[in-house]
T-cell receptor, first 119, second 112 residues
Framework: SAVISQKPSRDICQRGTSLTIQCQVDSQVTMMFWYRQQPGQSLTLIAT?????????ESGFVIDKFPISRPNLTFSTLTVSNMSPEDSSIYLC????????????????FGPGTRLTVL | GENVEQHPSTLSVQEGDSAVIKCTYSDSASNYFPWYKQELGKGPQLIIDIRSNVGEKKDQRIAVTLNKTAKHFSLHITETQPEDSAVYFCASKRGGSYIPTFGRGTSLIVHP
């Protein structure tokens, strides 16, 4: 398994502002992902964070709204830009269990989440 | 794309009873099926998984069964305890894909 930490654990923000969420993993992993979980809902993939290149976004999510960085194999950030109340969600960092150089083990592990409320 | 249906959405049982959550999938190329438990205020935690070359897998009080022909898989929890109360998500993933498809979740409530 992987030990994943996220900061902040929760935040309350004003509309129009931006928040950057950090994700730190305890080992070098090939694949990192960002998910959104709206209240009472399932998990929706926002993007795959690629080390050394631009993130790969899923349909409905764009880089201008959710810029992602991945400067190395253990760290990634997700920014929620120009927030509105509809962005109130739990944001989850996830990693595949594959440790570099293994690309994937099929299994995904999740961080504790960042609970965002936008007023 | 893959579609995963999960039932029931809510399950209420008495402590000591068994609980069963069922999922169906649509992509016959799916070959990996994990189950996650999400407690209130926490991230999803992998509790058990099964691959398509196996029909059943057990880990203490939890078990997962897979019927590839019918394209459904189930989570079985025996001797439920109040600490089993959580939201459970099933997922499926096809070979060669890095992204699983998740079910909508089942809220399990175990009454003491």
């Amino acid at each position: 398994s992987a030990v994943i930490s996220q900061k902040p654990s929760r935040d309350i923000c004003q509309r129009g502002t931006s928040l950057t969420i950090q994700c730190q993993v305890d080992s070098q992993v090939t694949m990192m992902f960002w998910y959104r979980q709206q209240p009472g809902q399932s998990l929706t993939l926002i993007a795959t964070a690629n080390q050394g290149s631009e993130a790969t976004y899923e349909s409905g999510f764009v880089i201008d709204k959710f810029p992602i960085s991945r400067p190395n194999l253990t760290f990634s950030t997700l920014t929620v830009s120009n927030m509105s109340p509809e962005d109130s969600s739990i944001y989850l960092c996830s990693v595949d269990g594959g440790r570099v150089p293994v690309k994937s083990t099929d299994t995904q592990y999740f961080g504790p989440g960042t609970r965002l409320t936008v007023l | 794309g893959e579609n995963v249906e999960q039932h029931p959405s809510t399950l209420s049982v008495q402590e000591g009873d068994s609980a069963v959550i069922k999922c169906t999938y649509s992509d016959s190329a799916s070959n990996y099926f994990p189950w996650y438990k999400q407690e209130l205020g926490k991230g999803p935690q992998l509790i058990i998984d099964i691959r398509s070359n196996v029909g059943e897998k057990k880990d203490q009080r939890i078990a997962v069964t897979l019927n590839k022909t019918a394209k459904h898989f189930s989570l079985h929890i025996t001797e439920t305890q109040p600490e089993d109360s959580a939201v459970y998500f099933c997922a499926s993933k096809r070979g060669g894909s890095y992204i699983p498809t998740f079910g909508r979740g089942t809220s399990l409530i175990v009454h003491p």
